[in-house]
């Protein structure tokens, strides 16, 4: 299980939102690389990118840093996300190092096109599923799609994805803590490993997620922490001896 700190980008910065809210932003750095550099310095074993920008304009809009920042990350695996919604966007990213592509509303809006990059690129490909009470959202979660989100994984168990990125946005950037219910119930009915995401503040809720999953250890692949590792109310390393013990 890992800890997987997160970098989000929105016009060159490396800021947070709160529940996604473009207007409701938080800026941390202005330097991405040297914020990539300092988490795996922190001890970090996989890095989490979003392209902001690139998920309203439906496609990429920080590629060349993202790049950057694979390269100053070395061996350690980054997945990204951010208007992943072509197979060539796909295979520029994997070309530049990048580990998971995580498709979000590409995915819901087209599931065959889901089906069909999974099966081309094994073990790279995420689901990024984001949700408002149960409900899924795409386009930078301003669109309510009416879709439950354990319905729409069901029938995706068969396909050989990496796992899913399950975001409650009601509790993202909120510090509120982890939706630990919901991403079990979803992880169970998609039957793939999940990465929580949404309110990870404390130590507390790592461990309450490993309780959780305490039968179900397949089934979480780690939980995505942002806001709270900016703020200082999470150590990276600290969560990840946690997660380890």
């Not at 809006?109 to 990059?117: E, G, I, Q, T, W």
Request: charged fraction near 20%.
């Amino acid at each position: 299980m890992l800890l997987i700190p997160a970098i989000d980008l929105k016009e060159g910065q490396c800021v947070r939102l709160r529940q996604g809210r473009m207007d409701d932003t938080t800026v941390f750095s202005s330097d991405p690389v040297a914020m990539a550099e300092h988490w795996k310095d922190q001890g970090a074993r996989r890095l989490h990118i979003v392209d902001l920008d690139g998920a309203f304009a439906g496609m990429p809009r920080n590629g060349d840093l993202i790049r950057q920042m694979v390269s100053a990350m070395g061996d350690v695996p980054v997945q990204v996300g951010g208007g992943i919604r072509s197979q060539p966007i796909i295979e520029a990213y994997l070309d530049a190092g990048v580990q998971g592509l995580i498709m979000g509303t590409k995915a819901v809006n087209d599931p065959d096109f889901l089906r069909s990059m999974a099966t081309a690129y094994p073990g790279n490909i995420l689901l990024g599923l984001d949700a408002r009470s149960g409900v899924v959202a795409t386009e930078g979660w301003v669109k309510e799609t009416g879709i439950d989100a354990q319905d729409f994984v069901r029938d995706l168990s068969d396909l050989p994805l990496a796992g899913v990125v399950y975001t409650d946005i009601d509790r993202d950037g909120m510090m509120q803590g982890l939706n630990v219910t919901s991403t079990l119930a979803l992880a169970r009915a998609a039957q793939l490993p999940v990465v929580a995401s949404g309110g990870v503040t404390a130590l507390g809720d790592l461990q309450a997620l490993k309780v959780a999953f305490a039968e179900d250890t397949t089934l979480l692949m780690g939980a995505i922490t942002g806001r709270a590792i900016y703020e200082g109310s999470l150590d990276v390393a600290a969560g990840q001896a946690l997660l380890d013990a």
